[in-house]
Each structure stands twice: as structure tokens, then as C-alpha cells.
């Protein structure tokens, strides 16, 4: 009997194990921008894109394409008013992408990385005895392969540093497995670690909130305790503390903690930032307590010129599915693993937008109150006059861009679309072409191409439509 299980147990041990290169930390990590907002700052779009492997990745590339097609003016419509991108999975590739290289950085996606194999690293087979093995160890496939694969498409070995240049605001989350929290990639969190941010790879991040259980091994980070001078934040403590907090937000606040004493964190294991948030809506909670401020995550100057703002989601969720309720038997094994996985990611993804809606529409209002009760010659020194002012003049539109908007016979084409990294061209064309008609079709944004006719920039729409661009049709 020993004999027997001895070689089942050597490949119990045989999971490619992530070993930790975060570096240590000297002073402080650096702010996730260089740059204010570009333009006259009126208008300011973020976006969440959320996983689901190639699909997600497609959907919020096509998403792209129709905020770029929506002219204002500006060489990239929309886009060039793009200030935060939040990702999760494989809506983490187009996040760092958009990231990392600004609105150029949708020219030739499609070529270089959707309709590419992913996979081509990575081990897939699932009838191979020893892949199973190496899932039930812990994961199939490490850092060297999906990762791998990224930095030789699309990022060439960027950083957290290189990140930084584009002015674009870039949320990458994952899942902190021992804290069952979100991991965000941003300086607070390292700060925690007393580990470098602007030295980790972006492909290491998005690995990390790709890393699918059972797939992938966990991307593991090693907490550098007492290699800095760190000292917790007031925010953070309050955050704890406060019982009007979140209970999210006290759970972020706990994991920080966790970090800096080392009889409870030496290593963070990191698998997909979908399981406790597929919209990456962490990222905004933090910044609206880090910077006690009403206006948080803008600037004093963004705050007083922005009208309009629009945030947007990309949910690439597929619908639910019934092929185990037709039967007694079912699901079971690794069937039954990825079952409970998807389950968690399907209900991240719905209380996640409802709770950055709410959210948003709490900072709207608090925005609002904060700006009427400037003083006219704060306002003057913030804005450069007061020419045109009113505190009231502040619309938010929050929407979000799914297959549910779609036609019954595309939607059941799209539900069909794997959760995989490699695709058939016929597949991703048919996920970009979602992404483009569900933008299309959200009232959200809808309502804010139509507002913008009150604003200024209405001028500038034109000059972009006389110059041979397109102005998107609000859909009934």
C-alpha cells in the first residue's frame, strides 16, 4: 500500500511553485500617476473591465473601440479622456495595456495579443494524470507561462514605474488568499509589504489577477518586514476602527495590517482578483478613505472643472449555466472546484456594481456640497476663473456594458464563448462587436453623450464631426 501511494504523493509535491521577487522598499512608493489630468478637465472617464478570460479581454477592447468612434475633438474622442481603468483577470490585460501606453495602446491589440494563443506556454491538457496531479498540489501552470507570455506580446518587461507615465490612473486586482480580501496593486498596499511597487512587473500583476485556482499557482509576494520606515496611515487607522466603515473596507484595512507583523504574513499568495472582486471597486473605496477629502480620487483643480463624468463597466460575464441541473449526478472533482470558483466571481461581480454605484453616487452628492461652498476666490485660484461657475453643475452617469443588452440568439452565441486564453477568430471578432454594440446600447452613456450638449465641450463635438468623425447616436 505504501508503495502504491508513494508515487501519487511525489506527484502531490510537483506544483510549480511562484517564488517571491518583489524587492524591498526604501523610502516611500510613489503615487500610481506622474501626471493631472489632460484637457481642460471637464469631462473624466473611468472604467472597470471584468474577468473572463479572452472573452473579457475582447469585450473591453471592443469597449474601447466605441468610446474611441464617440468624437469630441480630440484625436481619440473618449478615450483621450480616459483618467482611471480598473481591471480584474482578463480585463486586467486591456487595463494595463490602456495603462501602459495610453490610447495608442488599442492599435493593433487585436493582432498582437486577442486572436493569438495565450495558451501557448501553458500546460491545458486535461486528461494528462499529471496535469491533474499538479492542480490538485496547488496549480498547473506558473508565473513562466501566462506571464511569460505577456511581457513577450504586449509588455516587454514594463513596470509599475513605467506605468506611471501615461497619466491614466491603473487599478490591477487580485485575491489575497489568507486575508480573503481584495489585493490591489497600489502604493499603500506595498508600503504595507516595505516592498517596491514600481519595481514589480506589470505582467507579474496581471498574472497574479489571472491566476485562475487549480489553473495557476498563486503569484506569491514576500512581506519585506522592518526593510522600511513604515508607519501606518491615519486613513487606515480610521478605517479599522470606524464603526461607520465598510465591512470591506475594515477587512482592507486588517490585511494592510497583516502584512507588517511576521508571526502572521511572511508571504501573500495571490490567485484571481475575481473571486472577492471582479470590478476592481477596492480601488476607489481606498482612494475616497486615503485622501479624506470630498472630491477624492480627484485633485482640488480636477474637482472645480469637472461637468461630466461617466464610468463605465465591462462585465463579460457569461449567463447561468444549467447542463448539472438536468441530472442527479454532477458536478464533482475539478468540476466541481471551478464551480465554486465561478460562483464566487458571478457574485463579486453583483455586489461589486452595486456597491461602486453607490458609491459613486455618494461621492457625487459630497462633491457637489464641497464645491458650493467654496469661496469664489478659492475657486478663482483652483480653476483660473470664475467665469461660467456653478458648484451645481457636476453629473455623474454610471452605467454598465454587458452580453444582457444584447439580442436573445447573440447573447446565446456569447454564453457559449469559453473562459479560455486562446480563442477562434471568428469568436473574439464576434466578443469585439459585443463590447462595441453593448457600450452602444448602455442608457448610461447614452445620457452623457447627450449631456454634453449643455457643457462647452458641444463646440468642440462639432469641430470633431466637421473634421470626419462620428458622433454616437443615443439608443432608444
Request: with cysteine; hydrophobic share 40%.
Amino acid at each position: 500500500m505504501r508503495r502504491a501511494l508513494l508515487p501519487l504523493l511525489l506527484l502531490l509535491g510537483c506544483a510549480p511553485w511562484n517564488q517571491p521577487q518583489n524587492q524591498p522598499l526604501t523610502g516611500e512608493n510613489a503615487p500610481l500617476t506622474d501626471t493631472l489630468t489632460a484637457g481642460d478637465g471637464e469631462l473624466y472617464v473611468g472604467l472597470a473591465f471584468s474577468g473572463g478570460g479572452m472573452r473579457a479581454t475582447a469585450f473591453a477592447y471592443g469597449m474601447l473601440q466605441e468610446l474611441q468612434a464617440a468624437q469630441t475633438g480630440t484625436p481619440n474622442g473618449l478615450l483621450d479622456n480616459v483618467h482611471l481603468v480598473s481591471g480584474v483577470s482578463g480585463g486586467s490585460v486591456m487595463a494595463a495595456q490602456l495603462g501602459l501606453n495610453g490610447p495608442q495602446g488599442i492599435t493593433g491589440f487585436r493582432e498582437r495579443f486577442l486572436i493569438t494563443n495565450a495558451e501557448a506556454y501553458m500546460t491545458t491538457s486535461g486528461f494528462n494524470p499529471l496535469t491533474i496531479a499538479k492542480g490538485i498540489a496547488g496549480g498547473v501552470n506558473g508565473r513562466d507561462t501566462f506571464g511569460r507570455y505577456l511581457d513577450d506580446t504586449l509588455y516587454k518587461g514594463a513596470t509599475f514605474a513605467d506605468l506611471r507615465r501615461s497619466g491614466i490612473k491603473t487599478w490591477i486586482n487580485a485575491t489575497d488568499m489568507a486575508n480573503n480580501t481584495p489585493f490591489l496593486f497600489s502604493p499603500e498596499t506595498f508600503d504595507a509589504l516595505c516592498s517596491d511597487l514600481s519595481k514589480v512587473k506589470l505582467s507579474e500583476a496581471v498574472a497574479a489577477s489571472a491566476a485562475f485556482p487549480l489553473v495557476f499557482t498563486p503569484i506569491v509576494l514576500e512581506a519585506h518586514h522592518k526593510q522600511c520606515a513604515y508607519k501606518e496611515p491615519d486613513w487606515l487607522t480610521a478605517a479599522r476602527y470606524n464603526p461607520e466603515a465598510t465591512a470591506a473596507m475594515r477587512a482592507h484595512a486588517r490585511a494592510l495590517e497583516s502584512y507588517t507583523n511576521p508571526d502572521e504574513v511572511k508571504f501573500v499568495k495571490l490567485l484571481d482578483g475575481g473571486i472577492t472582486d471582479n470590478f476592481g471597486t477596492t480601488g476607489l473605496a481606498v482612494e475616497r478613505a486615503r485622501a479624506q477629502v470630498p472630491y477624492a480620487p480627484l485633485t482640488a483643480e480636477e474637482a472645480v472643472k469637472l461637468k461630466r463624468m461617466l464610468f463605465l463597466v465591462a462585465n463579460a460575464g457569461v449567463d447561468k449555466d444549467y447542463d448539472w441541473t438536468r441530472k442527479v449526478e454532477g458536478p464533482g472533482g475539478v468540476n466541481l472546484a471551478m464551480s465554486i470558483a465561478t460562483s464566487a466571481m458571478s457574485a463579486a461581480s453583483r455586489s461589486g456594481y452595486d456597491s461602486m454605484r453607490g458609491e459613486l453616487r455618494l461621492w457625487e452628492s459630497e462633491l457637489i456640497e464641497w464645491r458650493c461652498a467654496l469661496p469664489l476666490a478659492e475657486v478663482r485660484k483652483l480653476r483660473g476663473s470664475t467665469q461660467g461657475w456653478d458648484c451645481k453643475d457636476v453629473k455623474l452617469f454610471v452605467g454598465e456594458a454587458s452580453f444582457a443588452s444584447l439580442p436573445t440568439a447573440l447573447r446565446d452565441k456569447l454564453d457559449a464563448v469559453p473562459t479560455r486564453l486562446k480563442l477562434p477568430t471568428d469568436q473574439v471578432d464576434m466578443v469585439i462587436e459585443a463590447g462595441r454594440l453593448a457600450t452602444r446600447a448602455t442608457p448610461e452613456f447614452n445620457g452623457f453623450l447627450a449631456s454634453l450638449s449643455g457643457n462647452d465641450v458641444e463646440t468642440r463635438i462639432q469641430d470633431g464631426i466637421a473634421a470626419g468623425g462620428r458622433r454616437v447616436t443615443p439608443v432608444n
